[in-house]
C-alpha cells in the first residue's frame, strides 16, 4: 500500500544540517506523491535523484512559470500569478526551448572557465579587503554583514556595472522577493520589491545604452545592436533581475552555513588549510550537504509522463525536492555525513538539464576563494554563539543564516 502523502507543503526544515524528517519518509516510501499546496492546488512531488535528474532533462516539463497551472510553493507566488506578465520580468529561468537556448547562448560566454580565471584576482582583492575589515573591528561581528553579503554583491554589481553604492537598495529588495510570506501583506511586499527592482534596472540600461563600458550589460547591449539593430530592454532587464537577485542572495547564504559548518569541523578545516586545492571539493560537499534552493526546481507537465509508479497528467505541476535528493543513499554512501573527500559534483545544488545554474562557475570561484582566504587568515574563527541560539532562514527561497556573530 503506498504510504500517505505529505501532511502539508511546503516542510521547514528542523534541523539545519538535515533536511525534514518527513521529506526523507517520501523518498523512501512514496518518492513519486502528490501534495496539496498553500495556494489549495495540487502539484506531485520527486524526492529521488534519479528521478529529479529525468524531469529536469524532459522537454515535456515545462518551466514556464506563466502557465496558470505552474505549481507555485509560496502563497504570494500564488497570487503574483494571477497576473504574470505585470508582476514577473522576463527571465531566462522561466523559458523554454527553443527562446532559452537563444537566451542562455547569448550570455554564456560570460561564465567560462577563462572569464573566471580573467576574475579570480579581483574577487581575491574583495575578499581580502572584506576580511581585513573584520580584523580591524571589534569583536564579535556578524560574518554576514561583513562579509557574506558584501563580497558576491560586490562582485555581481561589478560584473554587470551596477553602482556598489545602491546595493542596499538591491539586497532589501531582493530578500523581498525571494522571501515566502503569507497574506495579501506579503503579496503586496513583494511585487512591490519586484517593481522597484525592475524599475531601477530598465533606468540603469537606459543610461547604458547611452555611455557603454565594460561590463557583463554593456556587452550585452552591443551584441543586441549588432546582430538586431536595436535592443530588446525588457529582455535585459530579465537577464539582470536574475543575474543580481541570484548572483548574491544564494552565494551570500551559502558563505555564511559553509562558515558555520567549516569553524565546527576540525578534519576539514585543518584538510584545506594544508592543502588549499581542497577548498574546491569542500565547496562541492558543502553545495550539497545543505541545498539551499530546496524549491525552486519546479516544472509544469505538458503531456502524459509515466514517472515511478504514476503517471503525471499534462498539466501536473511537479515540484523536485532537491535538498533529499542529494541525500539519496542510492547515489551517496553515508549521505547524511559532511565529507569533503567524498569527490561527488553530481550534486543538484544548481539543478540539471537545459536549465542548470548559469553562473555555477562564478558562484563555485567565490565560494573556493572565500573559505580558502577565511580559514587561512582566521584559522580560529569560531561561533560566538550557540548554534541552537541562530537564527536560520526557514522562510525563504534561498536557505541560510539571518545572523552569524564570530569571534576568534
Request: proline share 7%; glycine share 6%.
Amino acid at each position: 500500500m503506498p504510504a500517505e502523502p505529505a501532511a502539508a507543503f511546503p516542510i521547514a526544515r528542523t534541523c539545519p544540517y538535515a533536511p525534514h524528517k518527513e521529506h526523507v519518509r517520501l523518498q523512501q516510501e512514496a518518492p513519486v506523491t502528490r501534495v496539496t499546496l498553500p495556494s489549495g492546488s495540487d502539484a506531485w512531488v520527486i524526492a529521488r535523484h534519479s528521478d529529479i535528474r529525468r524531469v529536469l532533462a524532459d522537454a515535456r516539463f515545462s518551466s514556464n512559470r506563466g502557465r496558470p497551472e505552474f505549481p507555485r510553493v509560496g502563497v504570494q507566488d500564488g497570487e503574483l500569478a494571477a497576473q504574470p506578465e505585470a508582476a514577473l520580468p522576463k527571465v531566462m529561468l522561466a523559458m523554454d526551448a527553443p527562446e532559452h537556448g537563444v537566451a542562455r547562448r547569448a550570455v554564456l560566454g560570460e561564465f567560462t572557465h577563462r572569464r573566471m580565471a580573467e576574475l579570480k584576482p579581483r574577487i581575491q582583492e574583495i575578499v581580502d579587503e572584506q576580511i581585513d575589515a573584520m580584523l580591524a573591528g571589534p569583536r564579535p561581528v556578524d560574518l554576514v554583514r561583513a562579509l557574506a553579503l558584501p563580497v558576491p554583491s560586490l562582485v555581481i554589481c561589478e560584473l554587470l556595472g551596477v553602482p556598489f553604492e545602491d546595493h542596499d537598495f538591491f539586497q532589501t529588495r531582493s530578500a523581498l522577493v525571494v522571501k515566502q510570506g503569507e497574506g495579501p501583506e506579503a503579496t503586496e511586499n513583494a511585487q512591490s520589491a519586484m517593481q522597484e527592482l525592475t524599475g531601477y534596472l530598465d533606468s540603469l540600461l537606459k543610461a547604458k545604452e547611452k555611455n557603454l563600458t565594460d561590463d557583463l550589460l554593456s556587452r550585452q547591449i552591443l551584441q543586441q545592436r549588432e546582430a538586431n539593430g536595436s535592443v530588446d530592454r525588457a529582455d535585459l532587464v530579465g537577464l539582470s533581475f536574475l543575474l543580481l537577485v541570484a548572483g548574491h542572495e544564494t552565494t551570500a547564504n551559502m558563505i555564511a552555513l559553509g562558515a558555520l559548518q567549516l569553524s565546527q569541523d576540525a578534519n576539514a578545516r585543518t584538510a584545506i588549510l594544508h592543502d588549499p586545492d581542497k577548498a574546491a571539493p569542500a565547496v562541492e560537499e558543502l553545495l550539497r550537504y545543505f541545498t539551499i534552493a530546496e524549491h525552486v526546481l519546479a516544472r509544469v507537465a505538458t503531456e502524459d509522463v509515466e514517472l515511478g509508479d504514476q503517471i503525471i497528467r499534462a498539466g501536473d505541476g511537479v515540484l523536485a525536492l532537491s535538498n533529499v535528493a542529494n541525500r539519496d543513499p542510492q547515489v551517496f554512501t553515508d549521505p547524511d555525513a559532511f565529507d569533503i573527500e567524498r569527490g561527488a559534483r553530481n550534486h543538484l545544488a544548481f539543478g540539471h538539464g537545459p536549465h542548470q545554474c548559469l553562473g555555477q562557475n562564478l558562484a563555485r570561484l567565490e565560494l573556493q576563494v572565500v573559505f580558502d582566504t577565511l580559514l587561512r587568515r582566521i584559522p580560529d574563527l569560531r561561533s560566538a554563539v550557540p548554534v541552537e541560539q541562530l537564527s536560520f532562514k526557514a522562510d525563504t527561497l534561498a536557505y541560510g543564516i539571518h545572523e552569524l556573530p564570530v569571534t576568534w
